[in-house]
């Protein structure tokens, strides 16, 4: 957690003449499973993290917001506010803030635009799927609602500033879904979350007490910028496509009249189709193991340049096609272990719920095709070290794994992964401490002020 003390004297040392600052903090999240989902209105199941991203902030009499980092990590920032924030380029982390203050000045319709201080510090490592950019944008956010006189919870409850939040970071150019946002901002220490969207909402779910979350850092960066971006947004621009296309066969054989906005709408809208159901629609939609642009074009009766246009963007075909019945069945197939893992949660069953745990990164890795060889190697060796379940969290394509351990074994399994994994990748670094690539998480308060 970061050290508010040290946050505030860090402060006080770039803006020297600023009012005294207020402190907020957001915490980081780990999924433990539910992976790619949340972007298709399914269900997802998280948990906060005790790491957090902190921002001490105070008015200026002008409408200039300047950035500092309290640990010089990130280059000074500043930008006007105003009713229109141009983004910065890719990559560059003042498109957080910008992010969370425009979103709340469209929300409350703000025409006196106000300008503030703020130095930001935190412990949520970088681009390891840990949610350390969207705990910036809710930490952002917090600080500008109290700027703007506004009142978690009087003004804008959790779940609208959670929604507001998610619909914001889509400014940096991220197509995914609210999980991060919503459990940064309706978790709770001692427990996970089931979270739910169209309506968004959370179950609290405590975790088996014979089991402990650990996560292990495949030291491969996960950034969502640049070309991982583009390989992230694969995910949710082919799930577009693929709603278009089961939508057109309810169509023509169900009823014409079927709308269907998201995928999680064939289970929780107006269909409630059986899990049998929802399989017999995605063999029927997708009979091939691939499709190209050429017969989703025929299926719907567009050419391949509107297909594009309106779901693909400038997502780039594949030679042999699109993988949409792959992608389809990891849809389906990790509704079914989420729903699952909230039931074995509640029956204190850790050994069920490390089985669904191994299954999702299977399909993960397989239907869904975000693993790498570093997280297939941290899965392997975590379950060869007694791990109950294992599996890649978040975005995928590096980052972190989230492991399900026997409570009574977490330092040995650290000690076991420490020498198998990270002593040879780690030769020329011996200074890192541990906690920098394995933790032992532990559940934290939901985003507020300090």
């Known amino acids: 957690m970061t050290d508010v003390e040290k946050l505030i004297a860090a402060f006080n040392n770039t803006f020297p003449d600023a009012p005294a600052p207020r402190v907020c903090r957001a915490p980081g999240r780990v999924n433990l499973i539910g992976e790619h989902t949340d972007y298709n209105g399914l269900p997802v199941l998280p948990m906060t993290i005790d790491r957090d991203v902190a921002v001490a902030f105070a008015p200026r009499p002008d409408s200039t917001i300047r950035l500092r980092s309290s640990t010089h990590d990130y280059p000074e920032r500043e930008f006007v506010n105003g009713p229109d924030i141009v983004p910065s380029e890719g990559g560059i982390w003042d498109n957080y803030c910008k992010a969370a203050v425009q979103g709340l000045n469209h929300h409350f319709d703000v025409s006196r635009f106000p300008g503030m201080d703020m130095c930001v510090a935190g412990d949520i490592p970088t681009a390891v799927g840990l949610s350390s950019s969207s705990a910036l944008v809710v930490a952002c956010a917090l600080a500008y609602l109290a700027l703007l006189g506004k009142t978690l919870e009087s003004d804008i409850t959790r779940l609208e500033l959670a929604e507001l939040a998610a619909d914001a970071e889509r400014y940096v150019g991220t197509r995914g ?160 272990r989420v729903e699952s893992a909230r039931d074995m949660m509640l029956a204190g069953d850790a050994a069920a719920l490390g089985e669904l745990m191994n299954a999702s990164h299977q399909s993960c890795a397989e239907d869904y095709r975000i693993s790498c060889p570093e997280l297939d190697t941290l899965v392997a060796l975590a379950r060869q070290e007694g791990a109950l379940g294992a599996r890649l969290t978040g975005a995928g394509f590096g980052g972190c794994t989230v492991n399900l351990v026997p409570a009574g074994e977490v330092e040995r399994f650290c000690e076991s992964i420490e020498h198998a994994y990270y002593r040879e990748r780690l030769a020329q670094q011996t200074s890192v401490p541990r906690r920098d690539y394995i933790l032992r998480a532990e559940t934290s308060p939901a985003a507020d002020y300090i």
């Open 177 to 336: 879904g609210g999980m991060d946002q919503a459990i940064i901002l309706l978790g709770d220490k001692g427990a996970a979350c089931k979270i739910d969207f169209y309506p968004l909402r959370a179950e609290r779910v405590s975790l088996p007490q014979d089991g402990a979350i650990v996560i292990c850092n495949s030291l491969v960066k996960a950034a969502k910028s640049g070309n991982m971006l583009h390989r992230y947004n694969e995910g949710p621009l082919t799930c577009r496509l693929i709603r278009a296309m089961v939508e057109k066969h309810l169509q023509e054989h169900w009823d014409p009249e079927i709308e269907i906005n998201c995928l999680g709408a064939l289970w929780n809208g107006m269909l409630c189709l059986t899990d049998r159901e929802a399989e017999s629609v995605f063999e029927q939609t997708f009979p091939g193991k691939t499709t190209t642009l050429s017969e989703a074009g025929t299926f719907l009766g567009l050419s391949p340049e509107a297909i594009r246009e309106r779901w693909l963007e400038d997502l780039e075909e594949p030679k042999e096609g699109f993988r949409l019945k792959a992608r389809a069945r990891h849809q389906r197939t990790e509704y079914r």
